[in-house]
């Protein structure tokens, strides 16, 4: 009989204590938008592994790590204006590319989200 009543309180115990699942309404925009997010967040990270954009970042005291932390930190309408605006300039223009890159920073600077040129001083 105690062993009855331990194995039922027992499992009684655990199924209150199980955690709830559930399900939610995931529509086909958000899914798109999500996959969206992820393609542009991985095409700049792309930029930034690229041997020429580390080179150049080097040279101008961001560390390539640091960016990359900061393109993580990125929303999706920083990620599209970006890639945008990187589709719209002529090939080769890797200058005008890191140019884009710092500028980005240094708004994500002035935002106070990041700090990697400690001449700005967030607003």
Known sequence: MKTRLK???ATTFLLLSAGHASAG???SD???SSQQYQYNKQQVLNLVD????QQKLTTLGVSPAEAK???ENMTNEELIT???QM????AGGIIGTIVTVLVVVAVLDLMGITDVYPFIRPI
């Open 82 to 84: 970006f890639n945008q």
């Open 87 to 90: 589709n719209d300039m002529p």
């Open 25 to 27: 309404v995931y529509s």
């Open 50 to 53: 690229s041997a020429e954009v």
């Open 7 to 9: 194995t039922t309180i």
């Open 30 to 32: 958000q899914a798109i």
């Open 69 to 71: 932390m900061r393109v």
